[in-house]
């Protein structure tokens, strides 16, 4: 650095020297990157956080509108599997159809984003699969929690109460 500085004031003397390493012109660049890519996560959570919430609530009203049904379906001898399967295969379908209209939108808007980038990357089928699988995993567990109470409650009481 002190070279740098030597030589630059032998050939322009009283000119101020600007020095900076490449990396923090790379770091720099990426800056904004950053800051959108922690802006979109935390967004990413609350809105997983707020549809969780309503699937819940979705599953709970779904749940005591089928009371009656779950109380017949345990007397006639449907096991616990059975009952949490019945209540969970329209949210799973639910999910499956909202993630197969939400591919082409997601694949558009990445790629138009990474457009801008001179080196891109391609992207790829696992990305979506792993995001498939995890909004699959994330609706089963929210819906299944009140597919467990209701196939855990005695059927006598649903059937009279419900």
Same mark, same amino acid.
């Given at each position: 650095?002190?070279?740098?500085?030597?030589?630059?004031?032998?050939?322009?003397?009283?000119?101020?020297?600007?020095?900076?390493?490449?990396?923090?012109?790379?770091?720099?660049?990426?800056?904004?990157?950053?800051?959108?890519?922690? /802006?979109?996560?935390?967004?990413?959570?609350?809105?997983?956080?707020?549809?969780?919430?309503?699937?819940?609530?979705?599953?709970?009203?779904?749940?005591?509108?089928?009371?009656?049904?779950?109380?017949?379906?345990?007397?006639?001898?449907?096991?616990?599997?059975?009952?949490?399967?019945?209540?969970?295969?329209?949210?799973?379908?639910?999910?499956?159809?909202?993630?197969?209209?939400?591919?082409?939108?997601?694949?558009?808007?990445?790629?138009?984003?990474?457009?801008?980038?001179?080196?891109?990357?391609?992207?790829?089928?696992?990305?979506? /699969?792993?995001?498939?699988?995890?909004?699959?995993?994330?609706?089963?567990?929210?819906?299944?929690?009140?597919?467990?109470?209701?196939?855990?409650?005695?059927?006598?009481?649903?059937?009279?109460?419900?």
């Amino acid at each position: 650095m002190a070279f740098i500085r030597e030589t630059w004031e032998s050939f322009l003397p009283g000119t101020p020297v600007s020095l900076s390493f490449l990396n923090d012109n790379f770091g720099k660049l990426f800056e904004s990157d950053k800051r959108l890519a922690s /802006l979109f996560t935390g967004f990413s959570i609350f809105a997983v956080f707020i549809a969780s919430l309503g699937l819940s609530g979705l599953g709970f009203f779904i749940t005591e509108q089928r009371t009656k049904e779950i109380g017949i379906r345990k007397v006639l001898g449907a096991s616990f599997v059975e009952i949490i399967l019945l209540l969970s295969k329209d949210f799973i379908k639910l999910v499956l159809i909202s993630f197969i209209l939400a591919i082409p939108i997601a694949y558009f808007g990445m790629s138009a984003w990474l457009d801008d980038f001179v080196y891109r990357t391609d992207i790829g089928v696992v990305s979506f /699969l792993v995001a498939g699988g995890l909004a699959l995993a994330i609706a089963w567990v929210t819906v299944s929690y009140q597919s467990v109470n209701a196939a855990k409650r005695n059927p006598i009481s649903s059937l009279r109460h419900g």
